[in-house]
């Protein structure tokens, strides 16, 4: 399996931008999809943002054209990057990791990070 670690958040006003970050603890190019999501108090976990072992990206429609995920293999870290930050995005992000090995399946979270943008 792996664990992962975020960082990069914080406080943020509106219109801000914020990079979160998440170092993995194995080799991210061996991992089949990697993504962030969000959850906010009172509301189910979403999807944000996800990037496969091959680089194609998805995004839910309430964050497209704002937020840029990218991976570093070279550094294990995965990064979504969040520009024109709203209200409504404030949130705890989760990093995700969903890989494949031999017959099993394992989808791995990290503690989450908090990101608060203020009006």
């Known amino acids: 399996q792996v664990q992962l670690v975020e960082s990069g958040g914080g406080l943020v006003q509106a219109g801000g931008s914020l990079r979160l970050s998440c170092a993995a603890s194995r080799s991210i190019f061996s991992i089949n999809r990697m993504g962030w999501y969000r959850q906010a108090p009172g509301k189910q976990r979403e999807l944000v943002a996800t990037i496969n072992s091959g680089g194609l990206t998805n995004y839910a429609d309430s964050v497209k054209g704002r937020f840029t995920i990218s991976r570093d293999n070279a550094k294990n870290t995965v990064y979504l990057e969040m520009n024109s930050l709203k209200p409504e995005d404030t949130s705890v992000y989760y990093c995700?990791?969903?890989?494949?090995?031999?017959?099993?399946?394992?989808?791995?979270w990290g503690q989450g990070t908090q990101v608060t943008v203020s009006s």
């Open positions: 995700n990791a969903y890989l494949i090995l031999g017959f099993s399946e394992y989808d791995c």
